[in-house]
């Protein structure tokens, strides 16, 4: 029997289909296994239907128009994903739904998206972006450079806001609280939130412009309710971490119109998702749905610099669905965060370009002479690599930078 969902070599209209490439690998021919794909997450089910008519296979049929090698191209009909309530739960149950269960497929990851113009219209984008957080912080050119207030718990807020005015005067224009931080009882949100925010109006009283992102990661229900409670006592950023609390949490935040500050967007979880390169979902997918539904920074991996797996050609696809041409949406700011240290900053950089976000919470804790000087590093090392100039030869005149070096070496 000829498989259905085969339109092998046909010429999708982009404004007409949202197009999903997998790499597949099964005992089916690849044909075979995109069409299972394709028919599992539009019309179809394991046997034919008998209410299936040939005219709700035609209209709303998903499209196997390429099956190279491990790889199949997808297009799913812009009707499947029309309706007013459904947003990304009701995209990813159908580029990235029941089909990574599939038993016919042993493995398979979606690898790649290219959403219609007629879908992202719909969300609003980043009310900052890269442009936005560059003007809010007077830093035009640079990457923005921050810290992660190590330990990632146990300091209650006041000595918490004395490692964030620290670190601002060591030079940071950025720091944030850890992913597993919200609102224990050492360090309550509200007092945290409180006793920073003195602490930043204070720096930029000493005429230093910094932001700190404040974790509102909860449960759906509560998390206007920890942003109004953030934003109360002086938040000037709100972080979420996207797949812990879903991609709707980034989106109540980032569409909500009274939240007038930037949206960190923090990514545990992730590699349960995206480690393995044969299954899962790739990290390009998932900044291209953070970006359109308004995350101002994203966390997307530091090109093989740090402690975190790296897969080095995915990050430059992360960083391109960033900050490339999507239908004219504002660029996200790629973060680079996780085990970085100065002595890593050129070889980041080389990849990174400028319009990054650079974090290193042990990095600069971790410095011999505290936090102040682990921030001044950090600045000196970005310098540095901005300049063209080596750490070693900047490390000499920079006694921050040196020891960080020696320390890290
Ligand atoms: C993060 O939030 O990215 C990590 O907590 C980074 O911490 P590290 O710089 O100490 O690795």
Same mark, same amino acid.
């Given at each position: 029997?000829?498989?259905?969902?085969?339109?092998?070599?046909?010429?999708?209209?982009? *404004?007409?289909?949202?197009?999903?490439? %997998? =790499?597949?690998?099964?005992?089916?021919?690849?044909?075979?296994?995109?069409?299972?794909?394709?028919?599992?997450?539009?019309?179809?089910?394991?046997?034919?239907?008998?209410?299936?008519?040939?005219?709700?296979?035609?209209?709303?049929?998903? =499209?196997?128009?390429?099956?190279?090698?491990?790889? /199949?191209?997808?297009?799913?009909?812009?009707? *499947?994903?029309?309706? *007013?309530?459904?947003?990304?739960?009701?995209?990813?149950?159908?580029?990235?739904?029941?089909?990574? &269960?599939?038993?016919?497929? =042993?493995?398979?990851?979606?690898? *790649?998206?290219?959403?219609?113009?007629?879908?992202?219209?719909?969300?609003?984008?980043?009310?900052?972006?890269?442009?936005?957080?560059?003007?809010?912080?007077?830093?035009?050119?640079?990457?923005?450079?921050?810290?992660?207030? @190590?330990?990632?718990?146990?300091?209650?807020? =006041?000595?918490?806001?004395?490692?964030?005015?620290?670190?601002?005067?060591?030079?940071?224009?950025?720091?944030?609280?850890?992913?597993?931080?919200?609102?224990?009882?050492?360090?309550?949100?509200?007092?945290?939130?409180?006793?920073?925010?003195?602490?930043?109006?204070?720096?930029?009283?000493?005429?230093?412009?910094?932001?700190?992102?404040?974790?509102?990661?909860?449960?759906?229900?509560?998390?206007?309710?920890?942003?109004?409670?953030?934003?109360?006592? &002086?938040?000037?950023?709100?972080?979420?971490?996207?797949?812990?609390?879903?991609?709707?949490?980034?989106?109540?935040?980032?569409?909500?119109?009274?939240?007038?500050?930037?949206?960190? /967007?923090?990514?545990?979880?992730?590699?349960?998702?995206?480690?393995?390169?044969?299954?899962?979902?790739?990290?390009?997918?998932?900044?291209?749905?953070?970006?359109?539904?308004?995350?101002?920074?994203?966390?997307?991996?530091? %090109?093989?610099?740090?402690?975190?797996?790296?897969?080095? +050609?995915?990050?430059?696809?992360?960083?391109?669905?960033?900050?490339?041409?999507?239908?004219?949406?504002?660029?996200?700011?790629?973060? +680079?965060?996780?085990?970085?240290?100065?002595?890593?900053?050129?070889?980041?950089?080389? @990849?990174?370009?400028?319009?990054?976000?650079?974090?290193?919470?042990?990095?600069?804790?971790?410095?011999?002479?505290?936090?102040?000087?682990?921030?001044?590093?950090?600045?000196?090392? /970005?310098?540095?690599?901005?300049?063209?100039?080596?750490?070693?030869?900047?490390? @000499?005149?920079?006694?921050?930078? @040196?020891?960080?070096?020696?320390?890290?070496?």
């Amino acid at each position: 029997m000829k498989e259905k969902y085969l339109a092998i070599g046909e010429e999708l209209d982009q *404004d007409e289909y949202f197009i999903c490439d %997998y =790499k597949v690998k099964s005992d089916l021919s690849i044909e075979t296994a995109g069409s299972r794909i394709a028919e599992e997450e539009s019309t179809g089910t394991w046997t034919r239907p008998t209410t299936l008519t040939e005219d709700i296979y035609k209209k709303y049929g998903g =499209k196997v128009v390429m099956a190279e090698g491990n790889m /199949v191209r997808i297009g799913f009909p812009v009707v *499947d994903f029309s309706g *007013d309530i459904g947003g990304v739960p009701q995209i990813l149950s159908i580029i990235a739904g029941n089909l990574f &269960g599939l038993d016919s497929l =042993k493995k398979v990851r979606l690898h *790649d998206i290219q959403i219609p113009s007629v879908i992202t219209e719909r969300y609003p984008g980043p009310k900052f972006g890269i442009s936005g957080l560059r003007k809010l912080l007077d830093r035009p050119e640079k990457p923005l450079v921050g810290t992660i207030v @190590k330990p990632k718990i146990g300091l209650p807020p =006041k000595e918490f806001a004395e490692y964030v005015y620290q670190a601002g005067k060591g030079g940071l224009t950025n720091s944030k609280d850890d992913e597993t931080l919200v609102d224990q009882d050492f360090c309550p949100l509200e007092e945290r939130v409180s006793a920073v925010s003195e602490k930043l109006d204070l720096l930029e009283e000493e005429g230093h412009m910094m932001i700190h992102a404040h974790n509102v990661s909860t449960s759906g229900h509560e998390i206007l309710d920890a942003a109004d409670i953030a934003l109360e006592n &002086g938040a000037r950023q709100l972080m979420v971490d996207v797949l812990t609390v879903g991609f709707s949490g980034v989106q109540a935040l980032a569409e909500d119109p009274s939240i007038d500050v930037p949206v960190h /967007v923090h990514r545990a979880m992730h590699g349960a998702l995206t480690k393995d390169p044969e299954h899962g979902i790739s990290m390009p997918v998932i900044c291209k749905l953070v970006r359109m539904i308004g995350g101002d920074s994203f966390h997307i991996g530091t %090109y093989g610099t740090g402690k975190m797996h790296a897969n080095i +050609s995915e990050e430059l696809r992360s960083k391109e669905a960033l900050i490339g041409d999507m239908h004219g949406i504002v660029r996200t700011i790629p973060v +680079s965060s996780g085990g970085l240290h100065p002595g890593h900053m050129t070889d980041l950089m080389e @990849k990174s370009g400028n319009d990054v976000q650079i974090q290193a919470g042990g990095g600069v804790s971790g410095h011999p002479d505290g936090v102040r000087a682990g921030a001044a590093a950090m600045i000196q090392a /970005v310098d540095a690599a901005y300049e063209g100039i080596s750490l070693d030869e900047y490390a @000499k005149t920079h006694e921050e930078l @040196k020891k960080a070096l020696e320390r890290w070496s």
